[in-house]
């Protein structure tokens, strides 16, 4: 049967990212995962299982590593006249 569903944007992209993945159509990874809550209701399961982890991005990898000043030092460097010294020469 041919149905419509209204998704939110971003729960669609990680649907259909899911599915390429997988190398699946977007429909069969959506029946599969109907199915699936289908019969743990059956089964008295309600618990759903938790979310995977959040892969980090590049800034969680690498924050540690930018330059940060502390409270007392100036947000922008280009303040300061000795960061320009010899600039264009």
Do not use: C, W
């Amino acid at each position: 049967m041919r149905t419509t569903v209204d998704l939110p944007d971003d729960l669609f992209r990680r649907a259909k990212a899911e599915a390429a993945l997988r190398g699946r159509k977007l429909k069969d990874l959506i029946e599969e995962g109907l199915r699936q809550l289908l019969t743990r209701s059956a089964e008295g399961e309600h618990a759903v299982e938790p979310a995977r982890p959040r892969r980090p991005t590049a800034h969680d990898l690498l924050k540690d590593l930018i330059f940060d000043y502390d409270e007392d030092g100036p947000t922008d460097l280009s303040t300061n006249p000795k960061h320009f010294e010899d600039f264009g020469r």
